[in-house]
């Protein structure tokens, strides 16, 4: 099975947000290490999995109950956007 790896420039471009926020807000609070993006060999550079993030943004979007604004945190609290 063959997964599109995206670079943070790509998946930026797919979910319409800024590079800075998801390096920042979205990363290791939303976006998890070794479900939704890894380190090829060990690097620096980040390679996101697109199937996954865009699996867990449906899932999300379509649990929410009617009148929730915000993106639910692994942490339990919630990113206002």
């Given at each position: 099975?063959?997964?599109?790896?995206?670079?943070t420039?790509?998946?930026?471009?797919?979910?319409?947000?800024?590079?800075?926020t998801?390096?920042?807000?979205?990363?290791?609070?939303?976006?998890?290490?070794?479900?939704?993006?890894?380190?090829?060999?060990?690097?620096?550079?980040?390679?996101?999995?697109?199937?996954?993030?865009?699996?867990?943004?449906?899932?999300?979007?379509?649990?929410?109950?009617?009148?929730?604004?915000?993106?639910?945190?692994?942490?339990?609290?919630?990113?206002?956007?």
């Open positions: 099975m063959t997964s599109e790896l995206l670079t420039d790509e998946l930026s471009t797919r979910i319409k947000y800024d590079v800075r998801i390096r920042e807000r979205l990363k290791d609070s939303v976006l998890i290490e070794g479900v939704h993006y890894f380190r090829p060999f060990g690097g620096r550079k980040i390679l996101y999995v697109w199937e996954t993030i865009e699996r867990d943004m449906k899932s999300v979007s379509q649990t929410r109950p009617v009148g929730m604004t915000g993106i639910p945190m692994a942490n339990g609290g919630m990113l206002h956007a």
